[in-house]
């Protein structure tokens, strides 16, 4: 089956940090893949997105390059600020026509403090 | 343009009650789908509309859940006879259906489910 993994957080950082977050993915088919955020008390939001190899997503001064010789999708940025505290979310998506369903990894918690 | 909404946004029953869930997706998006975010479990999928019909249920964990689509548009979970291990947040996406494109979710607020 198709699976997603992140890794565990809390990821405390200074502001201006670098930022990275993990993913892999294991997928039967060629999936596309995304980063989602959810921000303190909001719903989930799309961050970025990539849907074939070595395409990069890139959004707010985040980006992720699919990678399919190492499976991975790590989310990156240069330097953080506390506004990008929040959880983010890994995720797969393969569109069978009758399956149509993203499998999130278990999320990440990003602090940023001054 | 409007969003996805659900409601209520929050709910708060006893066990072995009926609870219904709501879902409005954003107009002309004919894919729906329903996920559950628990402390325990993460996301997880739990069924996906296209048009009226579901052809993936798959996620569902009981026959206590089920949920129907009516006119391509409002969609409503229901969970019958409650358990403590149902609360969670239920989450509601929709997305347009483009033949080799990406469909991108688009998420609601929830709803939390709360089981005493």
């Known amino acids: 089956g198709n699976s997603v993994t992140q890794m565990e957080g809390p990821v405390t950082l200074s502001e201006e940090a670098f930022l990275t977050i993990n993913c892999t993915y294991t997928?039967?088919?060629?999936?596309?893949l995304f980063w989602y955020v959810q921000y303190p008390g909001e719903g989930l939001q799309l961050l970025l997105k990539?849907?074939?190899?070595?395409d990069k997503g890139s959004n707010k001064g985040f980006e992720a390059t699919y990678r399919k010789e190492t499976t991975s999708f790590h989310l990156e940025k240069g330097s953080v600020q506390v506004s990008d505290s929040a959880v983010y979310f890994c995720?797969?998506?393969?569109?069978?026509?009758?399956?149509?369903?993203?499998?999130f990894g278990t999320g990440t918690r990003l602090q940023v403090t001054l | 343009g409007a969003g996805v909404s659900q409601s209520p946004s929050n709910k708060v029953t006893e066990k072995g009650k009926d609870v219904e869930l709501r879902c409005d997706p954003i107009?002309?998006?004919?894919?729906l789908y329903w996920y559950r975010q628990s402390l325990g479990q993460g996301l997880e999928f739990l069924i996906y509309?296209?048009?009226?019909?579901?052809?993936?249920k798959s996620g569902l964990p009981s026959d206590r859940f089920s949920a129907e689509r009516t006119g391509g548009s409002v969609s409503t979970l229901t969970i019958q006879r409650t358990q403590q291990e149902d609360s969670a947040v239920y989450l509601c996406?929709?997305?347009?259906?483009?033949?080799?494109?990406?469909?991108?979710?688009?998420f609601g607020p929830g709803t939390r489910l709360t089981v005493l």
């Open positions: 509309f296209q048009g009226n019909s579901a052809p993936d």
């Open positions: 990539a849907t074939k190899a070595d």
């Open positions: 997928a039967t088919g060629y999936p596309s």
């Open positions: 996406a929709s997305s347009r259906t483009r033949t080799g494109g990406v469909n991108i979710q688009y």
């Open positions: 995720a797969l998506h393969i569109n069978t026509g009758t399956a149509s369903k993203l499998t």
């Open positions: 107009s002309g998006h004919t894919a």
